[in-house]
């Protein structure tokens, strides 16, 4: 008994010696197992959490443009000190422009140097101050007296009171002009909790839009993005940019889709519009900042353009219904890649990006396997042969797979847990690595036995 415990401690102890004995890993650097893709790796965003406005897009003032509801304007607050008096509503009579028909209407009736009144801004869950910083402003104006009316502004501290940085602004006339200011950061602690204020000190009434307040934005570019999350965003080294995301390009409804052509252009001419998720979209990440987006970290633009189908299920059917939206897609792709003597080449130009982008892949719709009426198949064809009519070299997306033709590209969605996503691991391993085949064999089209995945068109391939 006493030797068979022993053997039996004695192999156990050789066991457990080799499986601590150190595992020894090959890595041979000097050579490439297997050809990868140089654009695998890249990103694709959503509009989702406030990932654009609140997020990576840098403006501070969170519904510059004054939305409301029952409760009254949204995230902003009417501030009486001491013995002022002053009331706020949305005016929807009276707005700078065309697409921003409405304001805010401030009526001051009383208020001196002592006792100022006016407005209060939330921001998004704060302002974040830094020391040392500059932040630019701007907003749109007019009053009920052609004598000069001044307006202060002030980024303050929540829990002192403290302003932590301040400007002003003269506001003259009746009629709308637009107003730009800077506030200085000095020595202030690092801190979101900070609110903005926009005051007069006398009585007056005082129409107010478009408020606007940037931080330092990613290589100086105005109404641009976030230094820190770009930086980041470049550390990962990505190779393109899904955009402008999926159910954001849909819209919960047709009309609530990204309408591309009200995204462009000086923002007061940017009706904004409800977004997916409850909440709304400045616009201000228009299809012109999303091409700026690319240029500035250097990956490949992967347009999505609305394809007929919304998130809540409405439809445009394919045939003589759906030929607006695919001139819309047609614009789109010469706004991005025309010339600056092509209609909408020049309107891109006139926006402040004379020179075209690189456009390689357009994507038609997001996520088109929801849609129940499956029109998918007629959509993606039409699109498809439009766009290749008047952009041979361009490759075309489709969100599923279609019947009938071959697309150049399947962008493929899967919602799975974990189980599923490890019984997919050897899903592509017979996908054609040549992409789609444009010649012929034995008289027939040879089309591929999957769909290619995304891949850079090499210098034998048109691009």
């Not at 008994?1 to 457990?16: K, N, P, Y």
């Not at 519904?63 to 501030?79: A, E, K, Y």
């Not at 820190?228 to 889709?257: H, V």
Request: hydrophobic share 35%; net charge neutral; aromatic share 10%.
């Amino acid at each position: 008994m006493r030797i068979r415990t022993a053997l039996l401690i004695g192999l156990c102890a050789s066991a457990l010696l080799q499986a601590q004995a150190p595992a020894n890993l090959t890595i041979e650097l000097n050579r490439s197992k297997a050809p990868v893709s140089p654009t695998l790796y890249g990103l694709m965003t959503e509009e989702i959490n406030y990932s654009y406005d609140g997020g990576l897009y840098a403006e501070l003032i969170r519904n510059r443009t004054f939305r409301s509801d029952w409760t009254g304007i949204l995230n902003w607050f009417l501030i009486e000190k001491g013995a002022s008096s002053a009331k706020v509503t949305v005016d929807s009579n009276t707005g700078p422009s065309g697409a921003l028909p409405t304001s805010a209407k401030l009526e001051v009736t009383k208020a001196d140097a002592n006792s100022p009144a006016g407005l209060l801004n939330e921001g998004y869950w704060g302002f974040a101050a830094r020391p040392n910083t500059r932040y630019t402003g701007s907003f749109f104006a007019k009053s009920d007296s052609e004598s000069q009316l001044p307006v202060k502004i002030a980024l303050v501290s929540d829990q002192s009171g403290k302003v932590l940085a301040n400007a002003s602004a003269v506001v003259t006339g009746t009629a709308w002009k637009e107003y730009k200011f800077e506030l200085q950061s000095g020595n202030a602690a690092v801190s979101a909790e900070n609110h903005l204020e926009l005051t007069i000190d006398r009585p007056a009434t005082l129409w107010l839009q478009l408020v606007s307040l940037f931080p330092p934005t990613y290589h100086n570019r105005p109404n641009g993005n976030r230094p820190d999350i770009m930086e980041k965003l470049a550390a990962m080294r990505p190779s393109f940019l899904r955009f402008p995301g999926g159910n954001y390009l849909e819209g919960n409804r047709i009309e609530t889709r990204f309408d591309w052509k009200k995204t462009i252009g000086p923002l007061v001419d940017r009706p904004t519009h409800p977004s997916t998720w409850s909440y709304h979209s400045t616009d201000g990440m228009g299809l012109l900042e999303f091409l700026e987006w690319c240029e500035d970290l250097g990956m490949e633009p992967v347009l999505a353009v609305y394809g007929g189908y919304s998130l809540g299920g409405e439809v445009v059917k394919p045939g003589p219904d759906l030929e607006p939206y695919v001139q819309d897609a047609l614009d789109e792709i010469e706004y991005v890649t025309g010339a600056a003597d092509t209609k909408w080449g020049a309107v891109r130009a006139k926006n402040g990006h004379p020179a075209p982008f690189v456009l390689h892949y357009v994507e038609v719709g997001n996520e088109d396997n929801f849609d129940r009426a499956k029109t998918y198949d007629g959509r993606y064809a039409q699109f498809y042969k439009a766009i290749k009519a008047k952009y041979q070299s361009l490759r075309i997306i489709a969100t599923m797979p279609v019947n009938g033709m071959t697309p150049d590209v399947v962008d493929d969605h899967y919602y799975k847990r974990e189980q599923g996503m490890f019984e997919l691991v050897k899903h592509y391993d017979q996908a054609d690595r040549k992409g789609r085949r444009s010649s012929s064999e034995n008289g027939r089209r040879v089309k591929a036995r999957r769909p290619p995945t995304l891949a850079r068109p090499s210098a034998t391939q048109p691009s």
